[in-house]
């Protein structure tokens, strides 16, 4: 179908032909069938040749941590955030867990054990099995092969691991276990360890300040002799005392500020001690979980374009952004009251100072006394203070040796008892059909670069060309086989086998059994007028007296864009048609530079054109007659050394004007039109040219090209054959219909 375009310009619609994507592949199924064969064999090698691989599988079980402790402030429970599980599925392949699992199992020994029992190395060193170099190597080859597939709307998680040894594969999975427990339980108990060194170190200081203040008090009140006071210096000091216990307080409140501070900076947002009592911190934790279970849940039964999907999504990161915020503004909170406690503590010393200034102008003696005391007995409370706060991280130390983890092993890893790989089966099935999809792949490939002419649509894009008809692919093979013959070879008129008789031959007179083979195309139409390339060529005669009608076109040029394309045996096969017609036909052998004509007709190439057009020989002994009623030769004669300029003679023009008088058709056959300039410079005296392409060969570029010289010198081109093409490639219906219906009619079959 043809439809304007933009600008009026023709667009043509093509529709999808699945018949022509199956001919590429049918066309070239023995490429597709050996690459199929190649890919099978090499998978085949491969799959049976392989070491068997075991793989065993553990499941952990990772869920929320349990509060196991009597205080919340040093070990804080296990946020459960989006990104939780994501991150404990890449600690199972990181290369801490994998060091530690190569180095539970004692690989480095097994290695090192190995490598020295075999033949020493270059340098003659040992392999030493705590080099980390080759600790590292054991342990990139173990993450190689460990395999992290989390259980959907679950809390488990399955790890296999491949190994040619299954219970070495067995025993890794365990000791990976093993080891990431205790990866974890040292992670969760991190923070209350620096907590807890922090407050040793502290409660070591004031007891040494302690320690020297009451050496000092009891020094300064023998010297001093201090016994009593009055009511004036009595009052002052009361008053210095309520400062001193608020500074005192102050500072016991900025100490134990800081100290939180200082814990939770450190810490994990999971582990900040008041998390589990902030009421906002808990309801956002609570519909987090809720809707990362809704979430999960929906995830396996819509899509996450869904639009409840999106919603679910969008509060699920709301909430997890209103966690962490509010877990930021709880450590920005407790940095701020630490900055007040300090801010009033620090208020509260430049009041104690003034106040210790007018004391001491009282009786600074006793002022300094007191003050002393009292600062003796704030870090007393402090102390006390510090003292329970370390029994009680303590306490949260010493449950790491209990293993308490919220990560524990389901199922313990098995020897497994058969390998999983290589899978035969499905190799081979894989390797089949990728074999064959390749090999179709290289089929439309080469097809796609293959630029040659096939069908009549390639001529008709390329030169804008009637097809005047095929010529199917000539073979002994093919022949033998039937594919000549609509009947066979030996048949006559309605199918009725004929008696054995002789007949004339067409070269030195020779006679030719009827039931010979036959074992060339050419005078294929004379000796085997019932096979389907007999009814070939006279499919063409008839294109060519339809298009012709009239007496305008007698005199024609059958030629071919390049050499070996089958023009010569075209000719002869042409002329016997058209003589079968009872026409008076001529062939010229035009090409005098490799005829054959005279050959194919049993003809001396002697007397011939070039002796009429150099030496004047007479037109009666020019054309000779053929075994073949109504069909007369011109054979070429010797090969002169100037042919183009013999053939654009006016003698020759003369003489195919002559020849018009006496023959009905005068068939040229001439050199390639691309090879040489013969064709064309006769081509003018002619009533027009016959294209003849060999299909598969003949690149279309050519067929254009010789196209575009015919019409610079205005030679009227009358149409093209297609030589040689294979029907088998062009399907199994087109062949049968072609051979079989062809050929029944061609045998004078009654049906239709």
């Known amino acids: ?61 990772i869920e929320k941590e349990p509060n196991i402790l009597t205080f919340e402030e040093i070990l804080q429970i296990e946020t459960l955030q989006a990104d939780y599980y994501q991150t404990q599925f890449k600690l199972l392949k990181s290369y801490a867990l994998a060091e530690r699992t190569v180095e539970k199992l004692g690989l480095p020994e097994k290695a090192a054990r190995e490598a020295n029992a075999g033949p020493k190395k270059k340098n003659g060193k040992p392999v030493d099995p705590k080099d980390p170099a080759l600790t590292r190597r054991l342990a990139e080859s173990l993450i190689k092969r460990i395999i ?205 100072n003034d106040q210790k200034e007018e004391a001491e102008r009282l009786n600074s003696n006793a002022i300094s006394y007191y003050s002393l005391k009292n600062d003796i007995d704030s870090k007393k409370n402090l102390l006390d203070m510090l003292m329970k706060r370390e029994s009680e991280t303590g306490v949260s130390a010493r449950l790491r040796g209990l293993r308490t983890s919220n990560i524990r092993i389901a199922d313990k890893a098995r020897v497994p008892i058969s390998p999983s790989s290589p899978k035969k089966t499905r190799n081979l099935l894989l390797a089949l059909f990728l074999g064959l999809f ?127 394309e089958g023009k010569t045996a075209s000719v002869c096969n042409f002329a ?53 009623e109504n069909l007369y030769l011109v054979n070429s004669g010797p090969l002169p050394p100037n042919p183009a300029d013999l053939l654009g003679s006016e003698k020759m023009a003369a003489l195919l004007d002559q020849l018009k008088t006496v023959f009905d058709y005068i068939l040229l056959d001439t050199p390639p039109v691309l090879a040489v300039t013969d064709a064309l410079v006769v081509a003018p005296h002619t009533d027009g040219v016959i294209l003849i392409v060999w299909s598969g060969k003949t690149p279309r570029e050519s067929l254009r090209m010789a196209k575009e010289k015919l019409d610079m010198m205005n030679i009227k081109t009358l149409g093209v054959v297609i030589n040689h093409l294979n029907l088998r490639d062009l399907g199994y219906y087109y062949k049968h219909y072609h051979y079989h219906y062809r050929g029944y009619r061609a045998g004078g079959g009654a049906r239709d």
């Open 148 to 352: 992290v597939t989390p259980v959907r709307l679950t809390r488990l998680v399955e790890v296999g691991y491949r190994d040619p040894d299954p219970e070495m594969a067995a025993q890794t999975v365990n000791a990976l276990f093993e080891a990431f427990i205790d990866l974890n339980v040292e992670a969760k108990y991190a923070a209350t360890a620096q907590a807890s060194e922090f407050l040793t170190t502290q409660i070591r200081a004031y007891r040494s300040d302690i320690e020297t203040s009451e050496q000092k008090l009891q020094s300064y009140g023998a010297e001093k002799n201090i016994i009593a006071l009055s009511d004036k210096e009595t009052t002052t000091i009361e008053k210095l005392g309520e400062l001193n216990r608020a500074l005192t307080a102050a500072t016991i409140e900025r100490i134990r500020k800081e100290t939180y501070y200082t814990e939770i900076k450190i810490a994990s947002a999971d582990y900040i001690p008041e998390t589990m009592t902030n009421p906002l911190i808990q309801r956002l934790r609570e519909s987090y979980v809720g809707l990362s279970r809704d979430y999960q849940k929906k995830s396996g039964t819509y899509g996450s374009e869904y639009p409840e999907m999106q919603r679910l999504k969008s509060e699920l990161e709301t909430t997890r952004r209103a966690l962490e915020s509010e877990t930021k503004n709880l450590i920005n909170g407790a940095y701020s009251d630490f900055r007040a406690a300090l801010k009033k503590e620090q208020s509260l010393i430049k009041v104690f």
């Open 1 to 61: 179908m043809i439809e304007e375009g933009n600008g009026g310009i023709p667009k043509q619609q093509e529709k999808i032909d699945i018949l022509a994507y199956w001919r590429v592949v049918w066309k070239r199924r023995w490429l597709v069938l050996m690459f199929a064969a190649v890919v099978l064999a090499a998978a085949a090698v491969k799959t049976f040749t392989s070491t068997p691989i075991y793989s065993a599988k553990g499941t952990l079980l």
């Open 576 to 628: 016997v048609t058209l003589a079968q017609n009872g026409k008076r036909v001529l062939v010229v052998d035009a090409d005098l530079r490799k005829p054959r004509q005279h050959r194919i007709f049993g003809v001396k190439n002697l007397h011939g054109l070039t002796n009429y057009l150099t030496v004047g020989l007479e037109l009666k002994d020019l054309i000779k007659p053929t075994t073949i």
């Open 438 to 564: 390749g090999g179709v792949g290289i089929a439309y490939l080469l097809e796609y670069f293959d630029n040659s002419v096939k069908t009549s649509e390639d001529v008709e894009r390329s030169a804008g060309l009637p097809t005047l008809g095929i010529i199917p692919e000539f073979s002994l093979n093919g022949y033998k086989k039937g594919y000549g013959y609509g009947y066979g070879y030996g048949y006559g008129q309605g199918g009725r086998k004929k008696k054995k008789k002789k007949e004339p031959a067409a070269a030195g007179g020779e006679e030719r059994k009827a039931e010979k083979p036959i074992t060339r195309i050419e005078l294929i139409t004379h000796f085997a007028p019932m096979s389907n390339f007999s009814e070939s060529y006279r499919s063409i005669r008839t294109a060519f007296l339809l298009s012709s009608a009239g007496p305008s076109r007698k005199t024609m040029i059958v030629t071919s864009p390049l050499p070996a």
